[in-house]
Structure formats: structure tokens, C-alpha cells
């Protein structure tokens, strides 16, 4: 399975663009990319998913390079809302004899006034 | 419309006493997942149910825990003989059978050992 590292902790301040960044360098053929949010005391909710290039919807952006060992999440002009913790995931749960992902520790984003 | 249910939201028992959580997936998804997540961590993978398919069982951290899904639909999370490293909360999640297809979560179960 691959493994994915992102940083701790970040700060930001409102209506600036944030760029999180996650590692995979082993990242496998079927595997797709994928983003969660996380606030305090509900679960996960996902925000983006991403094979390869660039995926937007009306929350994010994801950036995927060509050789995809790793992606950027990218939210623009943060709110106070945006506060929270952003897990990316590295799998393809249905093929490959992988079934499951792994949760990282996660990004703990703090958008300041 | 609906998304996944978890039951209870939180739960507070004493040590060695045995716990029951459920949970009900979205409609139409045949994959399951438990989760645990302790405080200020990430989730840590219990266990994982795709159809009728044997469950796999690999992040269960003792025979104390068991899992099983009732007509590849409501999902039991049971521990039996509870201890205070337990204390938890507990996510499940569900999703279609199609990669690609991202996991959706409840809000969990917040389980407290005395």
C-alpha cells in the first residue's frame, strides 16, 4: 500500500491560497489520490479525488504531476471555516488485492484572522 | 439524502463491561469500513466488509473485537471485555464497489472506558 507523507501543521490567514502538499513515491498504476477534511467531532468528508493532471470542483484544485509521486491540494481564499484537518489517501480499493486505505496523521490547517 | 448512521454518538461504560456499535451505510453500498481514531490522531483501519465476501479482519487489535454486517446492509461493531485503551471514537464508512469511488464517513461513536 502506498504510503503517503504530508506536513503536521500549517497556518494561513483568510482569503490567502493554501497549497498542501503529499508525498507518495510508490504510488501504484491503478492507485487514485484523495483528499478529506476532518473537523473536530465528525468524520471525514471527502473533498477531491484525482488519477492524474489537475481535478477542480467548487471547493479545491488538485495537482497531480505527470510522474504522480505526489499531489497539492490547493484551497483558495480560506476562510475561518477551512480550519480543520486534511488527510490524503493513496489506494484503489477494488482491484489490485488492495482493500482498504490508509489514514495518515493528516494536515492540521489554521486559517487566522 | 441519507448519508451513513452511526449509534449511539456516544457511549460510556465501565471497564471489562462488553459494547455494541452499529452502523447503517448509505443505501447501495456494498463496501464497509471501521475505523478507530483516537484523540488528536489519524484513523486507524479496524476492519472491512465488500459484499458477501469474507470480511478482512486485519486491523483488529485483538480477539476482543469482532465485526459482522447483517444482509450486506447494518454493520455491529462489538468489543467485548472493555478496556480503557479502547476509549476511542469509532467511524465507519461505506462506499460503492467501484475504484475511485470515495468513502463516506458517519460522525462516529464516542466510546469512554471508566
Known amino acids: 500500500l502506498a504510503k503517503t507523507t504530508q506536513p503536521i501543521s500549517m497556518d494561513s490567514y483568510e482569503g490567502q491560497e493554501v497549497n498542501i502538499t503529499c508525498s507518495h513515491n510508490?504510488?501504484?498504476?491503478?492507485?487514485?489520490i484523495t483528499w478529506y477534511q476532518q473537523f473536530p467531532s465528525q468524520g471525514p468528508r471527502f473533498i477531491i479525488q484525482?488519477?492524474?493532471t489537475k481535478v477542480t470542483n467548487e471547493v479545491a484544485s488538485l495537482f497531480i504531476p505527470a510522474d504522480r509521486k505526489s499531489s497539492t491540494l490547493s484551497l483558495p481564499r480560506v476562510s475561518l471555516s477551512d480550519t480543520a484537518v486534511y488527510y490524503c489517501l493513496v489506494g484503489a480499493p477494488f482491484s489490485g488485492g488492495y482493500n482498504k486505505l490508509i489514514f495518515g496523521a493528516g494536515t492540521r490547517l489554521a486559517v487566522h484572522p | 439524502g441519507a448519508g451513513v448512521s452511526q449509534s449511539p454518538s456516544n457511549k460510556v461504560t465501565e471497564k471489562g463491561k462488553d459494547v455494541e456499535l452499529r452502523c447503517d451505510p448509505i443505501s447501495g453500498h456494498t463496501a464497509l469500513y471501521w475505523y478507530r481514531q483516537s484523540l488528536g490522531q489519524g484513523l486507524e483501519f479496524l476492519i472491512y466488509f465488500q459484499g458477501n465476501s469474507a470480511p478482512d479482519k486485519s486491523g483488529l487489535p485483538s480477539d476482543r473485537f469482532s465485526a459482522e454486517r447483517t444482509g450486506g446492509s447494518v454493520s455491529t461493531l462489538t468489543i467485548q471485555r472493555t478496556q480503557q485503551e479502547d476509549s476511542a471514537v469509532y467511524l465507519c464508512?461505506?462506499?460503492?464497489?467501484?475504484?475511485?469511488?470515495?468513502?463516506?464517513f458517519g460522525d462516529g461513536t464516542r466510546l469512554s472506558i471508566l
Open positions: 484525482g488519477y492524474k
Open positions: 464508512a461505506s462506499s460503492l464497489n467501484r475504484d475511485g469511488q470515495p468513502q463516506h
Open positions: 510508490n504510488i501504484a498504476t491503478n492507485d487514485y
